[in-house]
């Protein structure tokens, strides 16, 4: 659900951490289609992997599987319900897995060219030699007037060339409150939410829309012969909606990292944004 929430209409400045998890801009094909009266949403698609942030493939023999399906559960004026599920299944050219992410400012996790990044990877797998890895995900939203959660729980396997199994997992949870009073609405051709738009736009007659959001993110990759470290995030979030297209958005990050070498870190970030888009 993250995934297929545009950028234009985050809630944060990101996505969360288990992100790292989804083969997000491959090429390929898709289908997709929705369901009782647009309540439900199926999609499936095949595409060559792995894919770099430049369209790129990494020889000729990767390929990835992956699908996702959504229900609208209730849906009365302004409260609505929301759950949804998602599998991918990858085998990748370059016969290597790696799993990893910043702290929630920038992702690259898939470029498999030799690129420094200016935030680095706070946790990392390292290269693992693998035929194949796969991704399961849950997924859960809800909106009762101001108010919006959202949340998914993501669980992935790793094959090895050698040794056994390899599970790694990861998590978030987020809520919002629109000071305003405006709600955030249900888009049925995605299965997602977008952004909120102000009552009274920002001008002589009104401020806009205001937002306060918080959340919570782990990633975890570390199992077995794999260090690859623990993280988690706390951000706070003001968002202030100028009109429909204009909306100004501050984060504080709080990050927890747990080294399997047992010398755990914090660290503080502050982000800001202007966004203008049409």
Same mark, same amino acid.
């Given at each position: 659900?993250? $995934? ?12 969360s951490l288990p992100f790292a998890f989804v083969p997000f ?10 369901? +009782? ?6 999609? +499936?698609?095949?595409?060559? *992997? ?9 020889? &000729?023999?990767? #390929? ?10 209730? &849906? &009365? ?9 998602? #599998? ?18 920038? *992702? %690259?996790?898939? =470029? ?24 399961? %995900? ?17 669980? $992935? ?17 987020? /809520?919002?409150? $629109? ?53 988690? &995030?706390?951000?706070?979030?003001l968002n202030w909606y100028l009109n429909k297209y204009t ?8 990050? *927890? ?5 047992? /010398? =755990?870190?914090? $660290? ?7 966004? +203008?888009?049409?």
């Amino acid at each position: 659900m993250d $995934a297929q929430t545009s950028v234009r209409e985050l809630i944060f400045l990101e996505r969360s951490l288990p992100f790292a998890f989804v083969p997000f801009r491959q090429i390929g094909v898709g289908l997709y289609d929705k369901a +009782l009266e647009e309540r439900a949403t199926w999609a +499936l698609s095949v595409y060559r *992997f792995p894919t770099d942030v430049f369209g790129d493939t990494a020889g &000729d023999s990767g #390929y990835g599987f992956s699908t996702r399906e959504t229900l609208l559960l209730y &849906d &009365d004026d302004r409260s609505t319900i929301h759950v949804g599920g998602g #599998y991918t299944y990858n085998r990748p050219a370059t016969e290597v897995a790696r799993l990893r992410s910043p702290p929630e400012v920038g *992702f %690259n996790q898939l =470029d498999f060219r030799a690129t420094d990044f200016p935030v680095p990877f706070f946790v990392d797998s390292g290269p693992i030699a693998t035929d194949s890895y796969q991704v399961i %995900n849950a997924e859960l939203a809800l909106t009762r007037g101001p108010w919006f959660a959202q949340s998914e729980v993501y669980f $992935a396997r790793v094959d090895p060339s050698t040794g056994s199994g390899l599970n790694f997992n990861g998590a978030y949870a987020q /809520v919002a409150y $629109a000071l305003t009073g405006e709600t955030h609405p249900y888009n049925p051709a995605s299965g997602a939410y977008s952004r909120i738009t102000p009552n009274n736009d920002y001008g002589p007659c009104g401020l806009g829309a205001w937002e306060v959001a918080g959340r919570w993110s782990r990633l975890d990759l570390t199992d077995g012969a794999v260090a690859g470290g623990v993280m988690n &995030d706390l951000t706070f979030g003001l968002n202030w909606y100028l009109n429909k297209y204009t909306k100004f958005q501050f984060n504080y990050i709080h990050v *927890f990292l747990e080294r399997p070498a047992g /010398v =755990d870190s914090e $660290a503080d970030v502050l982000a800001l944004r202007a966004q +203008l888009d049409f």
